[in-house]
């Protein structure tokens, strides 16, 4: 029992059926048990997650200010019409949407390139694998603070190979149209091997047999992979994605030690710009109106990525 | 079926047996595939070499133009600055480390005490709406830190929680419960519930019968997800930002974070800094890398 993961091929599910009780005694203390063991971990969420959420909603009705302190006025929808409508808000979103987009994009075909190597080689694997992996476990305050280093405009052993081989300086984090690339390269280095661990389960989950018949079939690879491999792959990978969009959704820690949202505000993603708004401007019921349409964003999301997980689990 | 790194690892051949006309032109592509995999091994494994060569540099090597990969004299300085203050006391990052460890160390201890009988009972009894508690456990968990922070920044001020130990390990083990609820009710799924109802029949209670029979089944899985919220805790930087003022609370990512505030920057007590700090985070991930696909998932996919 000491491994306790790969016992069975289908995990139960639903064990929860409780037997048919003798008494009805049993069965309330069964009843007792169930809150007695769910209820503490309930409340403490209940206490740091929802009360908080639902604090930053009444203060989104508001024009409350935490440096200004005093009574807080109601001013119902201002803060959502001055969020929804502001064009600096905008551009945010955009930033955000090019982000999301490109790094989850770059990562999803990177990771499952990776994978789709690694699954085909024999010997090596479990080497492979571990090296691979390193960069995901790590905090991204040290990735941050590594690449920003080596992508210095002046000392970087970026600039400092591109130089050796003959190529201009780039000024990686310091412009307009590069920083935004460099933070996105810096995600899809730190969490491309998310994906390549998840897409390697789905690859070497597909049973063998079918890839036999493929070939007994005389199926060509690249036909092999269109029927057997990707649809096999494409529910657990989706999920990968999703979780990872998600993730990059509400990235900040990266932005913040990498570029503080410059230069100007070309990183600024919507979870840089809140911070700004509340820890900065402290313009709190802003925020707070901004928090709850960003929560609401992610709901959405969470919510598709459960669905999946659902279609998956089910099947 | 449970997918792990080990089982990914193995030796069981995936690949087919290719007509003999084949095999050739099969070599040279293992060759190609060889090569493509080792380069991006490199590219993916050389900010880490990179960053440990940077820390056993002296300063002079650190930011030589062009930079120098091997030609350079190895010291420890760096690492000594990270622990040990000129003065000869030791230094605020050392104290931050401990902060660390003291915080991700009781948050991950209460995350499992709150998160194991729960998922327990999740697992083994019908509750009502299990499934939409469960949705709602897990998505608390997918909160934006920057949005959640602001009202807990003020909760905190009002109860005298901010820039304390206990403030932060409040949050950290709110933010670990989800998980471990998740990871955990897998490791309890897989525990057949008729262990419990033959010690039931024995005469054992229901709950002496998950105290002496599941639970110590339970332990390497116990062992598995507590080990992953360590490393979340660890390495979280918002909560610890935004809800720490003085370098007595402070845990070390906004502390080695802090490093790079002033006008220059001594790149090489950052390295070591950072190594220092990721060193335990790789050590522990590869004790649990039989779990990682769950674990990376907040205990989600475990197929």
């Not at chain 1, 919507?270 to 019921?285: D, M």
Request: glycine share 6%; charged share 15%.
């Amino acid at each position: 029992m000491s491994d306790p993961v790969s016992l069975t091929d289908h995990p139960v599910q639903e064990a929860s059926a409780t037997p048919p009780a003798p008494g009805r005694s049993r069965h309330l203390s069964d009843r007792w048990l169930t809150v007695a063991f769910i209820s503490p971990a309930l409340l403490l969420l209940l206490a740091m997650s929802v009360f908080p959420l639902l604090w930053a909603l009444y203060l989104s009705f508001t024009d409350y200010s935490a440096t200004r302190g005093g009574p807080a006025t109601f001013v119902w929808f201002e803060n959502f019409t001055a969020i929804l409508t502001s064009a600096q808000v905008h551009m945010r979103a955009f930033t955000t949407l090019l982000y999301v987009v490109g790094a989850v994009t770059l990562q999803t075909v990177l990771g499952f390139s990776i994978a789709y190597l690694i699954s085909r080689r024999v010997r090596g694997r479990g080497v492979l694998t571990t090296l691979f992996l390193v960069p995901m476990m790590l905090s991204p305050v040290v990735v941050g603070l590594f690449w920003r280093f080596m992508l210095d405009a002046q000392f970087g052993v970026i600039n400092s190979m591109l130089g050796s081989i003959g190529l201009g300086q780039v000024e990686w984090l310091t412009k307009q149209n590069t920083a935004l690339i460099s933070l996105i390269v810096v995600d899809t280095w730190q969490w491309t091997p998310f994906i390549m661990l998840i897409a390697l389960a789905g690859l070497t989950a597909v049973p063998k047999y079918l890839y036999e018949a493929a070939s007994i079939d005389r199926a060509s690879e690249w036909f092999r992979f269109r029927t057997i491999t990707l649809p096999l792959v494409w529910p657990l990978l989706l999920i990968a994605v999703l979780f990872r969009a998600i993730e990059a959704f509400r990235l900040f820690d990266l932005v913040y030690i990498l570029t503080s949202g410059g230069p100007g505000v070309s990183t600024e993603t919507l979870s840089f710009h809140v911070y700004k708004v509340a820890f900065l401007g402290f313009n709190t019921g802003t925020a707070s109106a901004y928090g709850i349409l960003m929560v609401l964003i992610v709901i959405v999301l969470a919510q598709l990525y459960m669905r999946y997980l659902n279609k998956l689990k089910e099947d | 079926m449970a997918v792990s790194v080990d089982k990914a690892v193995s030796p069981g051949p995936v690949r087919d047996h290719r007509p003999p006309g084949r095999r050739r032109r099969g070599r040279g592509r293992v060759v190609i595939e060889v090569a493509v995999l080792a380069v991006l091994a490199a590219v993916m494994l050389f900010p880490v070499l990179w960053m440990i060569e940077t820390s056993i540099k002296e300063n002079r090597d650190v930011y030589a133009i062009p930079a120098k990969f091997f030609d350079f004299t190895i010291t420890l300085d760096h690492f000594k600055d990270v622990f040990v203050a000129s003065g000869g006391g030791p230094t605020t990052l050392s104290g931050s480390f401990l902060n660390s460890v003291v915080v991700a160390g009781v948050s991950t201890v209460l995350a499992t005490v709150l998160g194991v009988p729960a998922a327990w009972a999740y697992s083994r009894f019908s509750v009502k709406a299990k499934k939409d508690q469960l949705f709602f456990i897990l998505s608390t968990r997918f909160m934006p830190p920057v949005v959640v922070v602001i009202p807990i920044f003020l909760m905190y001020r009002q109860v005298g929680l901010f820039d304390t130990k206990l403030g932060l390990i409040l949050i950290y083990t709110a933010f670990n419960v989800p998980f471990t609820i998740w990871m955990m009710k897998g490791f309890v799924d897989e525990v057949p519930a008729e262990y419990e109802d033959a010690a039931m029949l024995d005469g054992y209670t229901r709950l002496q019968a998950f105290w002496k029979f599941t639970l110590p089944l339970l332990l390497p899985g116990i062992a598995a997800t507590a080990v992953f919220a360590l490393i979340f805790s660890w390495n979280e930087f918002v909560f610890a930002i935004f809800l720490t003022s003085s370098d007595a609370v402070r845990t070390a990512p906004p502390a080695i974070a802090g490093l790079i505030g002033g006008t220059t920057v001594d790149w090489g007590l950052v390295a070591a800094a950072s190594i220092v700090f990721a060193l335990p985070v790789l050590v522990f991930s590869y004790l649990v890398r039989k779990h990682l696909v769950a674990g990376v998932t907040l205990g989600a996919v475990r197929r």
